[in-house]
């Protein structure tokens, strides 16, 4: 069955994004504004190729990108409902244009007669750049399943998004809808969020909350809060400019930190080069000009410099084995003699179970866990004539690399590094990362 055409389509706004795109922007506006850099595409479900229709689409809806601009009604919106986002930048944001003839190389590779590999490359000034990836991604899977697997419908995709959520909540667990980037299209999103909707006003006795969403878009237009801090590009970038992984993490928190101050957007994710050589920096003391920002000189001469675990509120997790992060950062916290009531975000290929399973081990440990759910509902399907498990493309784009330095990331996974395989290696190194598999983490299978 063919999706209804009636339903919009594309990307709508310049606002349909995450949240830590915006954030991330602000930052790089601030600290790196003329840093060039590169993005490179990967389809690691392969065998999952486009037809030569749809990435005629791609390619049609990219183009009108430019067409895209932050509205005053959309601006207002921004500067209530996101203070941390500061005024030069909302006023960057107002003026900011996609330039996709500029910025985005697209090729399509023919394998077959009927369908070929995307070949797609962004390069730019990373200000100018940061934001196409999440778009990109999302137009690239509603290309496939517009085109290429029509064997679907919407039919109770919102019904399945509420009893998800109401299962969620009955279950104590708090959470955010984080699934833009693979998506099967722009109605299965409103209809996911219309039904976690209708379960949060369903369920307001229940223990459990939802949170938001890291959609801006879908936020603005459903009431919701935006949700999310910082992505491992961020890191990334930082550490291939200045060619220096050492310093990478320690320079990213400062200027987050200086960027939005102590304890906004407090949550930090930990495993770009891996969570061991995170830690190492997170246990240090902040600079003292951090120290002294928002108080006194008087009051900073005899007050504890503190550390860049203190002043954050908690960390996500996007990789590897979670019950074995809860064990880390429990025995990290202890040592550094910080209470209980730190934050876990758990971000990482969630399902209601998995979500379940572990808010009960991480709140036995001391820690409030919350939740980033994304491809398990915006794009959770079953085929109509098998009734079997509709596959989501698995695809993401990745910084490659900035200042002209190959840009990588490790994790805590490693079937999840990613990036120039002798950077990888030298990065390994540099930082004495040792790696480890999480059977729980096979990319090629993540959603079969």
């Given at each position: 069955?063919e ?5 919009p389509?594309?990307v ?9 795109k915006?954030t ?32 005629q ?15 005053r009604?959309e601006h ?9 986002l ?14 996709p003839?500029k ?9 077959s ?8 490359q962004?390069?730019?000034l990373?200000v100018?750049?940061i934001?196409?990836e ?18 679907w ?37 409103h209809q996911v ?10 369920c307001?006795d ?16 459903y009431g919701?809060?935006?949700v999310?801090t910082?992505?491992h ?23 987050w930190?200086k ?16 969570t ?39 960390v ?10 809860i064990?880390?950062m429990r ?10 009531g ?9 399902n ?12 036995q440990a ?19 004539t ?11 784009i ?11 990331k490790?994790?805590d996974?490693l ?13 390994k190194?540099q ?18």
């Amino acid at each position: 069955m063919e999706p209804a055409q009636s339903k919009p389509e594309g990307v709508l706004s310049v606002l349909d994004t995450d949240l830590y795109k915006l954030t991330m922007q602000c930052a790089v506006l601030q600290f790196f504004p003329k840093t060039h850099v590169t993005y490179k595409f990967t389809n690691r479900t392969p065998e999952m190729r486009l037809s030569l229709e749809a990435f005629q689409w791609v390619q049609s809806q990219v183009e009108t990108l430019q067409d895209l601009f932050l509205c005053r009604k959309e601006h207002d919106w921004l500067e209530s409902k996101c203070p941390f986002l500061k005024a030069e930048y909302l006023e960057f944001l107002r003026h900011f244009r996609f330039n996709p003839s500029k910025h985005v190389k697209l090729h399509y590779a023919a394998v077959s007669q009927t369908h070929g590999d995307v070949n797609l490359q962004i390069e730019g000034l990373w200000v100018d750049t940061i934001l196409y990836e999440i778009p990109l991604l999302a137009l690239i899977s509603e290309a496939y399943f517009k085109f290429c697997d029509r064997d679907w419908s919407y039919d109770g995709q919102e019904e399945n998004a509420y009893e998800k959520g109401v299962k969620l909540l009955r279950g104590g667990c708090v959470f955010s809808e984080f699934g833009t980037r693979r998506r099967r299209d722009t109605e299965t999103q409103h209809q996911v969020i219309q039904g976690l909707k209708r379960a949060a006003r369903d369920c307001q006795d229940c223990s459990g909350k939802l949170t938001g969403t890291s959609n801006v878009y879908f936020a603005k237009q459903y009431g919701l809060q935006p949700v999310g801090t910082m992505a491992h590009e961020w890191f990334m970038g930082i550490a291939a400019s200045e060619n220096d992984y050492e310093d990478a993490t320690r320079t990213g928190l400062r200027n987050w930190t200086k960027c939005f101050g102590k304890g906004v957007l407090a949550v930090a994710l930990t495993d770009t080069f891996g969570t061991p050589a995170f830690l190492k920096i997170f246990e240090e003391s902040i600079p003292q000009d951090l120290a002294n920002q928002d108080a006194s000189d008087t009051a900073s001469d005899t007050q504890k410099v503190p550390t860049y675990a203190e002043i954050f509120t908690g960390v996500r997790q996007d990789s590897g084995d979670p019950l074995e992060y809860i064990s880390t950062m429990r025995k990290f916290y202890k040592s550094m003699k910080l209470p209980n009531g730190r934050t876990i975000v758990f971000s990482d290929s969630l399902n209601v179970d998995k979500c379940i399973e572990y808010k009960s081990n991480a709140e036995q440990a001391g820690f409030k866990p919350t939740f980033g759910i994304g491809t398990f509902l915006t794009n959770d399907f079953q085929s109509l004539t098998s009734g079997v498990k509709s596959v989501p493309l698995n695809i993401v784009i990745k910084l490659s690399s900035a200042e002209g330095h190959p840009a990588v990331k490790l994790s805590d996974d490693l079937g999840k590094n990613t990036g120039d395989q002798e950077e990888v290696e030298k990065v390994k190194k540099q930082l004495g990362y040792i790696g480890k598999h999480w059977e729980g983490g096979n990319e090629k299978s993540r959603w079969g």
